[in-house]
């Protein structure tokens, strides 16, 4: 009898469980089939629309900082185009300047050939009787000199025989002489032995002048062409004897030295007068550094202390 009661105990338990199974089993299967179109499915479509966003803000982030670099490589290249223009017109505006300069120059050494020959015409190289020499009586007097030069030349007599071509470039401009004198002497300073020797000679007889400042050009000219020459030794000693005792101070400046430091101190008061400071004190310091002693250098210290004040 327990026997019976328990095996229907468990049948009808057996019963029961498979009644539960079969509902669950059920439900399962409707949402795997229903997961594309369900609950399932919407919650697919979110995250495929917060990756998407994600995505997104990762591409704009990139175009931002691409925006970013392209914004500082074109601020570098513009940099570097204007530190490229200020430099091309720094050149350009020295290579100008030294243009001035170059002409400034010659025609300064033009207005004093033109002084000298204005000077010759008007009586001060007069020919036999006080008369003005002709240009064939020039043309003699020179080729003349032209003879003694090379006669001294023959002789061994260096420095004599320069000095003549010298005279025949500096006084006879436009000969057939003086062409020939300034080509001789090129060519003499333009070589060993003879440059040393004549840039020496020469800078030693304005030293015993007391003309220090040609000098001292003399000899800087020796050093800096024949370094290695036997008297550039002799050169860079009187170089700093020179500069050691403060000669230039105490040298001595011929009439056209002292016509030059005149006319740059007239420069810089005018520049001064002008209101323009910076070239008023160029041209104090000029007068000042290349003919230190002299009358106008001193006013010229004194005017460049008051410019520097201004």
Same mark, same amino acid.
């Given at each position: 009898?327990?026997? =019976?009661?328990?095996?229907? &105990?468990?049948?009808?338990?057996?019963?029961?469980?498979? +009644?539960?199974?079969?509902?669950?089993?059920?439900?399962?299967?409707? =949402?795997?089939?229903?997961?594309? %179109?369900?609950?399932?499915? +919407?919650?697919?479509?979110?995250?495929?629309?917060?990756?998407? $966003?994600?995505?997104?803000? !990762?591409?704009?982030?990139?175009?931002?900082?691409?925006?970013?670099?392209?914004?500082?490589?074109?601020?570098?290249?513009?940099?570097?185009?204007?530190?490229?223009?200020?430099?091309?017109?720094?050149?350009?505006?020295?290579?100008?300047?030294?243009?001035?300069?170059? $002409?400034?120059?010659?025609?300064?050494?033009?207005?004093?050939? =033109?002084?000298?020959?204005?000077?010759? *015409?008007?009586?001060?190289?007069?020919? *036999?009787? @006080?008369? &003005?020499? %002709? @240009?064939?009586?020039?043309?003699?007097?020179?080729? %003349?000199?032209?003879?003694?030069?090379?006669?001294?030349?023959?002789?061994?007599?260096?420095?004599? @025989?320069?000095?003549?071509?010298?005279?025949?470039?500096?006084?006879?401009?436009? &000969?057939?002489?003086? *062409?020939? #004198?300034?080509?001789?002497?090129?060519? +003499?300073?333009?070589?060993?032995?003879? @440059?040393?020797?004549?840039?020496?000679?020469?800078?030693?007889? !304005?030293?015993?002048?007391?003309?220090?400042?040609?000098?001292?050009?003399?000899?800087?000219?020796?050093?800096?062409?024949?370094?290695?020459?036997?008297?550039?030794?002799?050169?860079?000693?009187?170089?700093?004897?020179?500069?050691?005792?403060?000669?230039?101070? $105490?040298?001595?400046? %011929?009439?056209?030295?002292?016509?030059?430091?005149?006319?740059?101190?007239?420069?810089?008061?005018?520049?001064?007068?002008?209101?323009?400071?910076?070239?008023?004190?160029? #041209?104090?310091?000029?007068?000042?550094?290349?003919?230190?002693?002299?009358?106008?250098?001193?006013?010229?210290?004194?005017?460049?202390?008051?410019?520097?004040? =201004?």
């Amino acid at each position: 009898m327990r026997m =019976t009661r328990l095996a229907a &105990t468990l049948v009808f338990s057996s019963a029961v469980l498979a +009644l539960a199974v079969s509902p669950a089993q059920a439900r399962s299967s409707r =949402t795997n089939r229903n997961r594309d %179109t369900g609950p399932y499915r +919407l919650i697919d479509r979110d995250d495929d629309a917060a990756r998407k $966003k994600k995505e997104d803000e !990762r591409k704009k982030q990139a175009e931002e900082r691409k925006r970013i670099q392209d914004e500082r490589r074109k601020q570098q290249d513009d940099a570097r185009k204007a530190l490229e223009a200020q430099r091309k017109a720094s050149v350009e505006k020295a290579k100008q300047a030294q243009q001035a300069r170059q $002409k400034a120059a010659q025609a300064k050494a033009k207005a004093k050939a =033109t002084k000298k020959v204005a000077a010759r *015409k008007g009586g001060k190289k007069a020919g *036999k009787g @006080g008369k &003005t020499p %002709t @240009g064939d009586e020039r043309e003699e007097e020179a080729a %003349t000199l032209r003879e003694d030069a090379d006669k001294a030349f023959d002789k061994g007599e260096l420095l004599p @025989g320069v000095k003549l071509l010298r005279q025949i470039v500096d006084e006879y401009g436009g &000969t057939d002489a003086e *062409k020939s #004198a300034e080509s001789q002497l090129d060519l +003499l300073l333009s070589q060993e032995p003879f @440059g040393p020797m004549i840039l020496l000679g020469e800078g030693e007889e !304005r030293f015993g002048e007391m003309r220090y400042r040609c000098a001292r050009n003399k000899f800087a000219a020796l050093v800096q062409r024949f370094p290695r020459s036997e008297q550039a030794e002799a050169g860079r000693k009187r170089l700093d004897e020179i500069r050691d005792n403060d000669l230039l101070s $105490k040298s001595l400046y %011929t009439d056209e030295e002292i016509e030059d430091a005149r006319l740059w101190f007239l420069a810089g008061s005018i520049h001064l007068e002008n209101g323009r400071r910076g070239e008023a004190v160029s #041209a104090y310091r000029r007068v000042i550094e290349e003919y230190p002693g002299c009358r106008f250098a001193k006013m010229a210290e004194e005017k460049l202390a008051a410019a520097q004040q =201004t």
